[in-house]
């Protein structure tokens, strides 16, 4: 089965704590983006990366770090630094084509942070 | 920067009955491509149709079709036959090219209710 997969489903963090939350992609794309979900809100970007240990800050960077050890995984840490972390979280993974940018993003089934 | 708006934050429709979803977006750019994805209570995102700005066709999934109006900035979804899994969340969404062709923007979604 290809896919998306983000774990885990529901994460807890106290204040103060870091915590990562994973994304894998079996799917073969080379980019990868972390999004934000807040209530009555569209999704925010938070990351992104389009090959093997490069990433990029989104609009809303502050208070997250990523990395891109491998093509597959592109797992989020959500800091102490960052101020309102209690959030719905999606990862997305597309192809890259050639000369023309990335093509159409594919979800994860996400993960809902929140903080205590 | 690009900008999308969805104005109806509530939709209801009739099951086997027709429903319009709206969405307008402000952007400089000539080349570029719109989404329309659904978010149902999973919360998972699935992709429903997506349009190329360069094709006058507008794109048609099945029971989904899009009116795009690229003089207007206008995107908006007809769903024809509304079923009962068409009950979700839609949100459209935007991404330019060039060096912008990285990022969504979404709007900030419409609740479809679908009524027996």
């Known amino acids: 089965d290809g896919g998306i997969t983000q774990s885990p489903k529901y994460l807890f963090r106290k204040e103060g704590q870091n915590v990562t939350l994973s994304c894998e992609q079996n799917l073969n794309h080379d980019a990868m983006y972390w999004y934000r979900q807040d209530p009555g809100q569209g999704l925010r970007l938070i990351y992104y990366?389009?090959?093997?240990?490069?990433?990029q800050k989104g609009d809303i960077a502050e208070g997250y770090s990523v990395s891109r050890e491998k093509k597959e995984s592109f797992p989020l840490t959500v800091t102490s630094a960052q101020k309102n972390p209690t959030a719905f979280y999606l990862c997305?993974?597309?192809?890259?084509?050639?000369?023309?940018?990335?093509?159409?993003?594919?979800f994860g089934p996400g993960t809902r942070l929140t903080v205590l | 920067a690009q900008t999308v708006t969805q104005s109806q934050p509530e939709m209801s429709v009739q099951e086997a009955e027709t429903v319009t979803l709206s969405c307008t977006y402000d952007t400089s750019e000539s080349d570029y491509y719109l989404f329309w994805y659904k978010q149902p209570p999973s919360r998972q995102m699935i992709l429903v149709i997506r349009?190329?700005?360069?094709?006058?066709q507008n794109a048609t999934e099945n029971r989904f079709s899009v009116n795009f109006q690229k003089a207007a900035k206008s995107f908006s979804l007809k769903i024809s036959d509304s079923q009962l899994g068409d009950a979700a969340m839609y949100f459209c969404?935007?991404?330019?090219?060039?060096?912008?062709?990285?990022?969504?923007?979404f709007g900030k979604g419409t609740l479809l209710t679908v009524n027996p």
């Open positions: 969404a935007y991404r330019g090219s060039g060096g912008s062709n990285y990022k969504l923007t």
């Open positions: 997305a993974s597309s192809i890259l084509l050639a000369g023309a940018g990335t093509d159409t993003q594919y």
């Open positions: 990366s389009q090959i093997v240990n490069d990433f």
């Open positions: 349009q190329e700005a360069y094709k006058q």
